[in-house]
């Protein structure tokens, strides 16, 4: 995946929503996934910024990607 600098994530009890952005501001991908499977995928990101909403929810994904 080209080098992405900025992820958005729009939360959901079950499935999220990502949109990863290269520096430029050029849409790299789109797309929706379960709890699991985007943890997986932005485990295997190389370090970038990620934006999501604030929420009860926002926090334990946040010590999530901490970790």
Same mark, same amino acid.
């Given at each position: ?6 992820v +958005? ?10 949109? +990863?952005?290269?520096?430029?501001? #050029?849409?790299?991908? #789109? ?7 985007t943890m997986?995928?932005? +485990? ?6 990620v ?11 946040? #010590?999530?990607?901490?970790?």
């Amino acid at each position: 995946m080209s080098a992405v600098a900025l992820v +958005g994530i729009d939360l959901g009890k079950h499935n999220f929503h990502l949109h +990863g952005q290269h520096k430029s501001g #050029r849409e790299v991908f #789109r797309k929706k996934a379960t709890r699991l499977r985007t943890m997986r995928f932005l +485990g295997n990101l190389p370090s970038c910024t990620v934006a999501m909403e604030a929420c009860a929810g926002s926090h334990f994904v946040a #010590r999530q990607l901490i970790a």
